[in-house]
């Protein structure tokens, strides 16, 4: 194709993209959503709203809605990040996707209607060169939109809450991607049906519907998953009727994965995303337990980890993370530890003896038993706790020594054939952390302290029974993960849906007699 | 397959045993047959016109031609090419009956995109297209949006599309359709300035007085088939009649013309009378001698009109 050609269909595409009435709304609606970003700013102490006019802490924002400020390290980033993820991911991934859907539909019915088709398709171009300016066309409409809406909020968050994610700025090609495959089905349609409505409702239809598949799909794989790992550590599991043979039900999982192999995998665009984002974004672990597949992603709060972190073996040599008060002196430290859960009991009836894994409600009770008699210690016990990521038991007590008083805390928590033991010792009364806000009492504070380094633990052993089904997902898809969870097969089989699609319409294109 | 006229580079355009069957599918065996055996060449340089009644296959004839039609049977050659291949329409500008131009774009941009999609320079269109506007009758209104135009004036940029990649052969599919008369007058001046300059134009009409004023040859189709094709002149044969446009008529003109010719008539001006060439002779005399003054005389033809109804009735009855 001559140069001149493809910029006169390009100039085309444009101008018909500028000139389309909703593709002006979802500007005025993507300034909407911009406008905050530069009229809001979130900083460390608050946000600040029309330049410092007002500010509002966060204390203040959270109590609004009765909730505690979580004791994250930057609760802005987390707000921004939060919001991002809302406006582009939610908002204009799922709502935006579907108006410009809306919005661009009708192109090819367009352009295949009688008179339009007579001028068009006389000129010295091929058919499938005219369908894919088209494609093209909606690829332009969304692009500019989501740029647009992009840029914008990450110049807004740059310029006025001093926030600067470049890595953000992919999520325009996510947009993009997304549509892109969406769009094809779009244009099959249009191309048979020639009704701009028959392909609005179709593709809006089919876009709802492909999200659903791979949610369940997504949600089935987990759950089995999860079966299997249960039953391996409790051999009474039964298994889930999809393994045990219901007909109907081994049906369904065989077309719930057939739909998913097949159709474009859309959600996964995010995920992709997100993963990308933290690569450009040199995010890293504060520590990393290869053997015991642990990752600590973040410091707890008013803690600083001794030593240089990154990949450790905490078999050989336990993490110790130190609390100050403000003249240096420490006032707490947390020491993280991994040893074998696995126990020889001996063997009934003359049997061998068998190998059996120690449970963390097992590990408490020994600690807790270990600690009776001793005069020093008052007010020991223990509780289970169930946290964002791994679940754990906690032994608590008091100790008293030459300086006084001890609060000391013991958690465990397991992971394959492993327990962790995260040791708190701190002197009482002087925690140099920030109170908990919904109370003072010295429970809190301890509870909040284990809380607080529970969310920083992160199982790299993507199993189903240490996360919910998105993150089970998010940590399973990867360039080298096996074939269903491999990103490049995810964009291999969208794109292959995707030209299919265009294979289709071109099919039929070469076919109408106009 | 190529005519001997295509090598020749004579014919710019050729069709051999063209059929068309629309609706023939699985669940519908028969369809519509809208050509049927049509073979016809157009020369390089010449005016056509194609006749026929709605329905006649005509516009499907162009459509195969310019690939809107596929999967016709037979052979069709446009510039030498098969109208499959997008660049037998390098060289060809076409004006539909009823086009839709892009809303969104001005006359201007209109003209330029299409001139460009033919893979004009786009710096010779900037030069070009002003003069065209102006030829068009559209260089007041070329700045405004095409939703704006009125039928004629579409239809005017419709035409300067057409023309604007400077095309070896034009269709123009009824060309007049919604222009006012001062507009028809200047299509036609652009039709017989296309002529001059040795372009092919091959109009679609059903204004017979239009084909008859600008066009070489005619072809006249019915029922998806061709049934005569000729010059104007062929189309239209001397009726024998002699037509007299006298100074000032007189109530005893037929007895004054007793015994000469058959079939006298009066009309506004003069009178109407089948005569043979001594009998023109002799009708002239009397009336010179009776002291009639005679403005004019004329062979009387039949119109392009009268010819197409005989033909089309001839054939449908």
Redesign the interface.
Known sequence: MKRVVARALLQDAFSQVMDNKVFRLLVLASITLIAPAFLIGFREDGIHILFGWKLITYQELFATVGARVPHVKDLNVEVIQGLQTAIVQGLAGGLGIMFCIAATAFFVPRMLEKGAADTLFTKPLSRVVLLLSRYIAGLIFVGVLSFLLVLGIHLGLLLVSGYSDPAFLWCTLTLVYVYALVQTVSLAVGVFTRSSVAAILTTVIFFAFNGCVHSFWIGKEWNTERNSVERENDADEPPSPVETGVPVLKLLGATLDALHYTLPKTSDADVLTKKLRTVLAGHSNVLTDEAGKLAIDRDPEGFVLEGPGGNVDLLQTPATWISRVPDGSESARMTLSRRSRLVERPGTAGSPPRISHQSTGQAASECLKSLVGRPEIVNAGKEHQQSMRVSHDVVRWSETDSGGTLERERAFFAVDDWIYELDVRARAGADARPEPSSGSGMSDRRADRIDQFMRGVRVTKDEAAYSDPGAWYAARLGWTSPVKFNAFFSIGSSLAFAALMLGIATWRLSRIDF | MSSQSDRNGAAVLSVRNLAKT?GKGVFTRKGFRALDGVSLEVQRGSVFGLLGPNGAGKTTLI?VL??????YEGDATLCGLPPGD?????N?G?L??????????TGR?VVK??G???????RDLDQRIPKLLEVVGMEKSADRKVREYSKGMQQRI?LA?ALVHEPEIVFLDEPTDGVDPVGRAAIRGIVEDLKRRGITVFINSHLLMEVELVCDRVAIMSKGKLIREGSVDELTPRTGKVQFELRESRADLATLLAGIGTGFALRARGFELQVTDVELDQAIDRLRAAGVGIREISHRRLTLEESFIHLVSGEQG
Do not use: C, W
């Open positions: 629309y459509k310019l690939g809107l039609v596929r999967r997008p660049s037998s329409r390098r060809a076409f539909p009956e009823s086009h839709r131009l892009p809303p969104y774009l941009q995109l299409f460009m999609m033919s893979g004009a320079d786009p419709g599309q």
